[in-house]
């Protein structure tokens, strides 16, 4: 009997640290609005050294996306624009791939020329730093905090986004 009761409290007990484990892991630890933005540095395929402090006051969109995620390439043109129309502005727009094969990577980039940096983090080390899952995820930097999170693809020629990049500058 004794020994009955010993082994349902170590079941109770593993039953409790299990539930509790799995909470633990489910928990949402993605970057959001306000917080630090995670370090990382990376080196754009233009050569320029990039961390989310290197920018001063100015303003960094981080974009994350892929040449396989039809609604990353649709937003390429926006983004285009709107890197043309705030370049002299100061503000930098900073485009993470995915991509594991570099090949496909670079014939996309070849044919789709773009007005921004770009990067290839194949590991996807510096998405999972801030908690992207789906592409396109795009964070607006400044100060290094995360002024703003964008969870999908955006018109980035939108008067609302124009305005509120203006407000940042």
């Not at 920018?55 to 892929?66: C, E, H, I, P, T």
């Not at 983090?121 to 998405?127: C, K, N």
């Not at 964008?150 to 124009?162: E, M, V």
Request: proline fraction near 3%; charged fraction near 20%; glycine fraction near 6%.
């Amino acid at each position: 009997m004794a020994t009955t009761n010993t082994l349902r409290a170590l079941l109770a007990t593993l039953t409790l640290l299990f539930i509790g484990l799995i909470g633990f892991s489910l928990r949402d630890t993605s970057a959001k609005e306000g917080d630090r933005a995670p370090a990382f540095t990376i080196t754009t395929d233009q050569g320029a050294r990039v961390t989310p402090d290197s920018f001063g006051g100015k303003v960094l969109v981080l974009n994350f996306w892929a040449t396989w995620c039809g609604t990353c390439v649709q937003e390429i043109p926006s983004l285009n624009q709107f890197q043309k129309r705030f370049a002299d502005s100061g503000v930098k727009v900073v485009a993470v791939s995915i991509d594991k094969n570099a090949q496909k990577y670079r014939t996309f980039l070849d044919r789709i020329h773009v007005s921004f940096d770009t990067a290839r983090d194949p590991a996807a080390d510096i998405s999972s730093e801030y908690g992207t899952f789906q592409y396109p995820e795009t964070y607006i930097i400044k100060d290094g905090r995360i002024a703003r999170k964008f969870g999908n693809a955006q018109d980035w020629t939108s008067d609302d986004l124009t305005q509120y990049i203006q407000s940042l500058l």
